[in-house]
């Protein structure tokens, strides 16, 4: 026979409300109480009837996620990092992730979210690579439905976010590479529409004003966050005339490709040509040479996104809606420094 809430409460000399309670992760159960609680339920083999659930509480447990990806996003390190942080956390307040994918600015991104969300497929959606005009957001928004997003935008509209201060990041590569000597710096952004590359571009344009120097549109190409795109990027600025000797790229991906482009050429990565990437996604440290990058927590981010809608779809309000966490700058070999002049 199955175990049920009955047999629970009688081992602990609980109350079946209290049991209930405490699985359901309500605030008013004390700390010890549900530790005693997920404790006994573990050791007997306990397993709540998920459909019994969703249909007294008119919910499917499910948390939603669209990839704004083309293709292979499975093969994209950034989105599988962000996929186990908001699968994990969804998993352990008893939450399924339904995931989904549409070309990012499609004209099926819209029919894709009312699908999940009219079809009530999902109680709550996590939105990541946010843009400036997103209209996935005021989208949710309007409709009033529970949701946390990855990143901000320019629209006046008040939503839980989590983000990582993009212009501090760039800043602190700019600062390290501007204190290795170098002085004609390129930068591979990330494409226009998303918000980050706002934020990105304008830490490497304030660094460069605070060093007396001009702003080169010439060292500024466009990538859009693939290894292909950083190489053919990083080719154009070999191409210049006078080339830049160091790259920041707006992610780790699009700084493995640019490495791959420095080295086709004969140039030694670092000696040659210092890079700097933007994530620290477990590739970044095994590359060769290992890159320098931004680090950014994307699994913690990715679990605190959903923890965030979780709150929301239970009534409990949130501690902060909007969070801004400070990155890291790891530094590798991808950038060893030299004496420039």
Do not use: W
Request: hydrophobic share 40%; with cysteine; net charge negative.
């Amino acid at each position: 026979m199955p175990v049920t809430l009955k047999d629970i409460a009688a081992r602990l000399n609980l109350s079946i409300t209290t049991v209930s309670r405490a699985l359901g992760g309500y605030p008013d159960v004390a700390a010890e109480t549900r530790q005693r609680v997920l404790q006994a339920a573990r050791e007997m083999g306990y397993h709540p009837n998920v459909i019994a659930q969703s249909l007294q509480r008119r919910r499917s447990n499910t948390l939603g996620f669209v990839i704004p990806a083309t293709e292979r996003y499975l093969s994209d390190p950034f989105f599988l990092e962000l996929l186990s942080g908001i699968g994990d956390g969804a998993a352990q307040r008893g939450f399924d992730l339904l995931v989904s994918t549409c070309a990012p600015l499609s004209s099926e991104e819209r029919t894709v979210y009312e699908r999940m969300i009219r079809g009530k497929r999902v109680d709550g959606m996590v939105v990541a690579r946010t843009r400036k005009e997103d209209e996935r957001i005021s989208y949710l928004v309007q409709e009033g439905f529970p949701m946390a997003a990855f990143g901000r935008t320019a629209l006046a509209l008040d939503f839980p976010f989590i983000d990582v201060d993009g212009e501090e990041g760039v800043g602190q590569a700019m600062a390290h590479l501007l204190g290795s000597g170098h002085r004609r710096i390129g930068f591979i952004s990330p494409p226009v529409y998303l918000m980050f590359t706002e934020h990105r571009l304008a830490g490497y344009r304030r660094a460069l004003e605070r060093s007396g120097l001009g702003f080169d549109a010439s060292l500024v190409v466009e990538g859009n966050l693939s290894q292909a795109s950083g190489y053919e990027m990083m080719g154009r600025l070999l191409d210049l005339g006078d080339p830049p000797s160091a790259v920041v790229c707006g992610n780790d991906l699009m700084a493995l490709g640019a490495i791959h482009a420095i080295q086709e050429r004969g140039l030694a990565v670092g000696r040659d040509i210092a890079v700097v990437g933007f994530d620290d996604i477990p590739l970044a440290e095994h590359c060769h040479p290992p890159l320098t990058t931004v680090r950014q927590p994307i699994y913690e981010i990715g679990k605190m996104a959903s923890e965030m809608v979780i709150q929301i779809i239970e009534g409990r309000e949130l501690q902060e809606r909007q969070v801004i966490l400070q990155p890291q700058l790891v530094i590798r070999e991808s950038t060893v420094t030299t004496e420039r002049g």
